[in-house]
């Protein structure tokens, strides 16, 4: 079982920048991909970066590739998105996740897809001003 919790959120003006953190317990941390999830109001769910278990692989959605950065600390079981340049359509609720290592890809969305992660945060808002 792993908990996480979310912390850093807040308001800010466009073009700023936050750095959202994700506190984990479990003692296998850094087997877990590790991803950053955002859900604005009336809107599904959607991905936004993601990271493997030791860090040397990230994964961004296009709407924030450049801006953002997802880092891992393993040990200090936490995981880090850097966002910069904050935009107002990057207001929402934004999730952490971790996803329990499979043996294989069962799909193109491994790192990018909400249904392949186990556990997630209870989430923390962020609102972009503009």
């Known amino acids: 079982q792993v908990q996480l919790v979310e912390s850093g959120g807040g308001l800010v003006q466009a073009g700023g920048s936050l750095r959202l953190s994700c506190a984990a317990s479990g003692r296998t941390f850094s087997n877990y991909r590790m991803g950053w999830f955002r859900q604005a109001p009336g809107k599904e769910r959607e991905f936004a970066a993601a990271l493997s278990g030791s860090g040397g692989s990230t994964y961004y959605a296009d709407s924030v590739r450049g801006r953002f950065t997802i880092s891992r600390d393993n040990a200090e079981n936490a995981v880090h998105l850097q966002m910069n340049s904050l935009k107002p359509e990057d207001t929402a609720v934004y999730y952490c996740?971790?996803?329990?290592?499979?043996?294989?890809?069962?799909?193109?969305?491994?790192?990018?897809?909400?249904?392949?992660?186990?556990?997630w945060g209870q989430g923390t808002q962020v609102t972009v001003s503009s």
């Open positions: 996740a971790a996803g329990i290592p499979l043996p294989y890809r069962p799909g193109n969305d491994y790192y990018t897809g909400d249904r392949w992660y186990n556990y």
